[in-house]
């Protein structure tokens, strides 16, 4: 792989920690960093927040080779972290990175040019409501296009599967651009050959410039993006 292209996914579903081996992970990270996990109250988001942040600072000092207490990650309105690079010298001035966590994986993935996003996305049945019900509060986010190949995918459990492909794909979008879901993700358009070829159109018109990867493990989809051009 080209040198500051990584792709890491953790599975913590065996971590159980005790308070104090949570408390000493902690403690590895800077002060600031530490409001953004404890803020959680259970100990699941605890746990993906914490890994979350442990895998950004590894990552800069495996690739970049800085000094652990030397790196400092911020991030912007929208949340997207990025490494404050004004008070150190890379080779690699572009480089960037994204993480994402759902159910019991957390993954992050980096770029030494391209912008890239990540999204994880654990197929959940959801309970308090039918499958139909749960997808059509997400609808105004789909171009019709792809809410009628949601809803056309087969049984509920097909279409609630293409439904997270398609939100997954969104959502790395979003996260790659910085913008969050205030974008409006209607006017992203995904178009795939049975979930190969991925490509989108943005406001009606194709861009070849962004390049999709969808990987999945046991119920987990696993999307990453990239766009070539910056």
Request: aromatic fraction near 14%; proline fraction near 3%.
């Amino acid at each position: 792989m080209e040198k500051g292209v990584k792709r890491w996914l953790v599975d913590i579903s065996q971590w159980e920690p005790s308070p104090d081996e949570f408390t000493s992970a902690v403690s590895v990270l800077p002060q600031h960093e530490h409001h953004s996990i404890w803020r959680f109250i259970k100990l699941e988001d605890k746990k993906r927040a914490l890994v979350s942040r442990l895998l950004q600072y590894a990552l800069v000092h495996e690739v970049l080779q800085i000094p652990f207490d030397a790196i400092i990650i911020k991030r912007t309105v929208e949340g997207k972290p990025y490494l404050e690079t004004s008070k150190v010298v890379t080779e690699i001035p572009n480089f960037n990175f994204n993480a994402s966590h759902h159910g019991d994986y957390v993954a992050i993935a980096s770029e030494p040019l391209c912008i890239v996003g990540l999204d994880i996305v654990s197929y959940v049945v959801p309970e308090k409501e039918t499958i139909a019900g749960f997808m059509q509060n997400f609808a105004i986010y789909f171009s019709s296009f792809e809410w009628a190949s949601i809803t056309n995918a087969g049984t509920s459990d097909e279409m609630l599967s293409a439904f997270y492909r398609y939100w997954s794909l969104k959502e790395a979008f979003v996260k790659a651009v910085g913008t969050g879901l205030g974008y409006r993700l209607d006017k992203v358009e995904f178009h795939h050959t049975n979930w190969t070829n991925i490509s989108v159109k943005i406001d009606g018109l194709e861009s070849r410039e962004w390049k999709f990867w969808l990987s999945e493990l046991k119920n987990v989809h696993w999307n990453f993006i990239k766009n070539s051009n910056l």
